[in-house]
């Protein structure tokens, strides 16, 4: 029955998203890229990093990683408009500048880190042994799509998205369906929830949740999507697609804290795969398809945004399909001397900074002082993250 249901979910919803309405609007082709680079790696790396951190109360840590997406996507949103308006301070253009830049290094982090989560996944599904084989795949991940850039430009970047993000989408509507099942099968049998405390509390869990940030990243690739969309519909794209990875990461976080048993040994890049194993057969082989489709979107969608970034950055002295080129050579360093998880750490630091100067940018362009208060403080949120988040040991 769970394999049925599995399959009858991810089915319906993969039918949603080619349903023509939906696939041709404008404001969903819009929201894709932001939503493949925020919900890229959370339904993977989450899950166990929080679970095992936090036990019963990953939903909260989660819910506070959401609300900081929310608070900074307040800032971005007011950028853009005040950027549209053409009437920016000449502080706002200087922070805007240098924050510009901050965000072209923390992309080329990025697209490593995705890139080599879709290597270690890549790897389990093949029989070598090689240390280095996840190292090798995400190098002909990278090459692939440099190319792709180009030869055919963002819209053809955008359009792998598109299907990437439907092949994820349906697999975790099949994945939270078997969780709040085996939540009610547990309740229905009597066993009751499992109450597993957490293993970090008092700054340290908040430091932990402060170096995490990056896994929520990727609201903020519409402000330099101005070439394609206009500020309105970048404004709603953005803001549906932190409502739906908000509603995705919260139905997933809730169940899975309360029927699994944390494992005591350290977190892998793959654990989610033998979690969700061990609740129901299929639910392996299709994350293992999610979890190539999710970093590959990811990695789309940030490498779509750096290309307009650098471009903006260099007036069109450096293209975006250049940039594509730029980015492709610091992850690929990346990619041969850190791991995954120093990585996310690296990334969460470089978005928190990114993330600091937006804020500080919003607070001296707010026309009131409620607005510059509130941005004010996300600025020193922002730098508090940056100085003292934490990476997963």
């Given at each position: 029955m769970q394999t049925v249901?599995?399959?009858?979910?991810?089915?319906?919803?993969?039918?949603?998203?080619?349903?023509?309405?939906?696939?041709?609007?404008?404001?969903?082709?819009?929201?894709?890229?932001?939503?493949?680079?925020?919900?890229?790696?959370?339904?993977?790396?989450?899950?166990?990093?929080?679970?095992?951190?936090?036990?019963?109360?990953?939903a909260l840590a989660m819910a506070v990683l959401c609300a900081l997406a929310w608070g900074?996507?307040?800032?971005?949103?007011?950028?853009?408009?005040?950027?549209?308006?053409?009437?920016?301070r000449p502080i706002e253009i200087w922070l805007d500048r240098a924050a510009s830049w901050a965000l072209a290094f923390a992309y080329m982090v990025s697209v490593a880190?995705?890139?080599?989560?879709?290597?270690?996944?890549?790897?389990?599904?093949?029989?070598?042994?090689?240390?280095?084989?996840?190292?090798?795949?995400?190098?002909?991940?990278?090459?692939?799509?440099?190319i792709l850039?180009?030869?055919?430009?963002?819209?053809?970047?955008?359009?792998?998205?598109?299907?990437?993000?439907?092949?994820?989408?349906?697999?975790?509507?099949?994945?939270?369906?078997?969780?709040?099942?085996?939540?009610?099968?547990?309740?229905?049998?009597?066993?009751?929830?499992?109450?597993?405390?957490?293993?970090?509390?008092?700054?340290?869990?908040?430091?932990?949740?402060?170096?995490?940030?990056?896994t929520v990243q990727g609201f903020e690739t519409v402000r330099y999507m101005g070439a394609e969309y206009d500020p309105a519909l970048r404004i709603r794209a953005m803001h549906m697609a932190l409502l739906i990875a908000t509603l995705i990461y919260m139905a997933y976080l809730l169940p899975l804290s309360l029927i699994f048993t944390p494992d005591p040994q350290a977190v892998s890049e793959t654990a989610i795969i033998d979690m969700m194993g061990r609740l129901a057969p299929i639910l392996a082989p299709l994350l293992m398809i999610a979890a190539l489709s999710a970093q590959f979107s990811a990695a789309l969608a940030d490498t779509g945004g750096s290309g307009g970034l650098l471009a903006e950055l260099t007036r069109d002295r450096i293209g975006a399909r250049h940039g594509y080129v730029i980015l492709g050579a610091v992850a690929l360093i990346l990619t041969w001397?850190?791991?995954?998880?120093?990585?996310?750490?690296?990334?969460?630091?470089?978005?928190?900074?990114?993330?600091?100067?937006?804020?500080?940018?919003?607070?001296?362009?707010?026309?009131?002082?409620?607005?510059?208060?509130f941005f004010f403080a996300m600025a020193l949120l922002g730098g508090a993250i940056t100085l003292f988040g934490t990476s997963v040991e």
């Open positions: 249901l599995i399959l009858i979910i991810a089915l319906a919803v993969a039918g949603l998203l080619i349903w023509p309405p939906l696939a041709k609007s404008t404001l969903w082709r819009a929201a894709v890229t932001p939503l493949a680079s925020i919900i890229g790696s959370g339904f993977l790396v989450l899950g166990p990093v929080l679970h095992h951190a936090f036990g019963a109360y990953a900074f996507s307040r800032a971005i949103a007011h950028n853009i408009l005040r950027l549209a308006e053409g009437s920016r880190y995705y890139l080599n989560l879709f290597g270690a996944f890549a790897a389990r599904l093949t029989p070598v042994t090689d240390p280095h084989a996840a190292r090798w795949i995400t190098t002909a991940a990278l090459g692939f799509i440099v850039g180009l030869a055919r430009g963002f819209h053809a970047l955008e359009r792998v998205e598109q299907i990437s993000v439907g092949i994820k989408l349906a697999v975790i509507a099949g994945l939270l369906g078997a969780l709040w099942l085996a939540l009610y099968t547990d309740m229905l049998d009597g066993q009751g929830v499992i109450q597993t405390p957490a293993t970090e509390t008092g700054p340290a869990a908040l430091f932990l949740v402060f170096g995490l940030i990056v001397v850190g791991d995954v998880f120093s990585i996310i750490g690296y990334a969460s630091r470089a978005f928190a900074f990114y993330y600091t100067l937006q804020a500080a940018i919003a607070a001296a362009g707010a026309g009131n002082w409620p607005k510059r208060l």
